[in-house]
């Protein structure tokens, strides 16, 4: 039996998908992710089952959207026996590593979010998803200078230098443990970065941002107002963000085995002024649409324009180690925010629906139609039409759909 292939998530967070080179995006600087798309397939229409943090992460690696994985609220931590693919696929004889942002463990909801007070905080050995190396921190947002703890550090220990540099040197120190030791196992590596995160404000690697005026902002962003001089400010600082943290991806990628499977993505995007909104939970496109590149070794590089969720990744994963195919999707992809998040800017309701391609529709909490747009026609969501005669017959089959 010829070993299994060796295995590497890359995870971010709040990069939308169309802020990448490939994409199209003129502001965004990533040339060492644009050659990884230009040798993997590029899953054009992937979305994030809910557009924040702990909802998508736990369904991520659970493969089991929110709250049916056991994380509801915004504080929930992932239950302590919750199988995550970590568990799949050290059964499977793999090496399992985690490097980064957690995010799911039971944060004290009365700390300060941005800070060091959850970068701190002790994450335990039976709460780290079933990892058998574990390194990283639950969460703060320090871009810089962050605090890791885990396997070999039984202590929070402050690491200098930008988040996304000091993770990656981590991770490929050991990645070189492991590889010198003939017969050694194939490795699962999940390397999570907070970045493009805000505070958009903090230090990017020495990476001078752009001016605010050069910046090209979507067309949904409403012009000449507030929302746009504030989409302005944060974006210069996203874009340095994300040009730093592309460079760290591309060290990582460099240096590792040329062989190695490699998930790229993102947990949720931000809508930075579209629609007149920031941050992410919204269901627009800008907030649930991430990007999602897979390099197989032997797989030729293509486009994928078909419907996928996160929620599919895990057990697209468990095929691909076999040789197989991504496995068949359905033509919808399930959408929700299963809570609101009481913090500045976010969603203010609980919503679920769904997504093709094509069309988009999504409920309020009772059930009613909030929102449905034609996305083949209008991709950036300008026209609801929910209150549209000729739409009605087709919005009532689309709600026979979503799950309740």
Request: charged share 20%; with cysteine.
């Amino acid at each position: 039996m010829p070993q299994p292939p060796h295995i590497l998530w890359i995870l971010t967070t709040q990069w939308r998908a169309q802020a990448c080179g490939y994409a199209g995006d003129p502001n965004a600087c990533t040339p060492h992710l644009d050659a990884l798309a230009a040798a993997s397939v590029d899953f054009t229409q992937a979305v994030t089952p809910h557009p924040f943090g702990p909802f998508a992460r736990a369904a991520l690696l659970t493969g089991v959207p929110s709250p049916e994985n056991g994380v509801c609220d915004y504080y929930d931590p992932l239950p302590l026996d919750r199988r995550t693919l970590a568990h799949e696929l050290r059964e499977r004889g793999y090496e399992t590593a985690f490097f980064g942002k957690w995010h799911l463990a039971a944060r004290d909801p009365h700390a300060p979010l941005v800070g060091e007070a959850h970068a701190r905080m002790i994450v335990p050995a039976a709460a780290r998803g079933g990892f058998e190396f574990w390194e990283g921190f639950e969460s703060g947002f320090q871009l810089n200078d962050p605090w890791l703890h885990g396997t070999r550090l039984p202590e929070p220990t402050c690491f200098p230098g930008y988040q996304a540099d000091v993770l990656v040197e981590r991770a490929l120190r050991w990645n070189r443990e492991q590889t010198p030791f003939p017969g050694a196992r194939s490795s699962f590596t999940v390397v999570s970065l907070e970045s493009p995160h805000p505070p958009y404000q903090a230090a990017s690697a020495g990476l001078v941002p752009q001016r605010r005026e050069n910046l090209e902002l979507r067309a949904n962003v409403p012009r000449g107002t507030e929302i746009e001089a504030k989409a302005r400010e944060e974006l210069v600082g996203y874009y340095a963000h994300i040009a730093a943290t592309d460079r760290a991806i591309g060290r990582l990628v460099a240096q590792i085995a040329a062989d190695t499977q490699i998930v790229f993505t993102s947990v949720h995007g931000d809508m930075h002024g579209s629609h007149g909104l920031f941050r992410k939970g919204w269901p627009h496109e800008e907030s649930v649409r991430v990007p999602l590149l897979v390099r197989r070794p032997g797989i030729g590089p293509r486009r994928d324009p078909t419907s996928i969720s996160l929620l599919d990744v895990m057990r697209a994963q468990l095929a691909w180690i076999e040789g197989d195919s991504t496995p068949p999707r359905t033509e919808f992809s399930d959408l929700s925010m299963p809570s609101v998040v009481k913090l500045p800017w976010q969603a203010d309701r609980v919503w679920r629906g769904i997504r093709s391609p094509r069309r988009k529709l999504i409920l309020n909490q009772d059930g009613s139609p909030w929102l449905f747009f034609d996305l083949e026609r209008d991709p950036g969501e300008s026209t609801n039409l929910v209150s549209e005669p000729a739409c009605q017959a087709e919005m009532t089959r689309l709600r026979s759909q979503v799950k309740s």
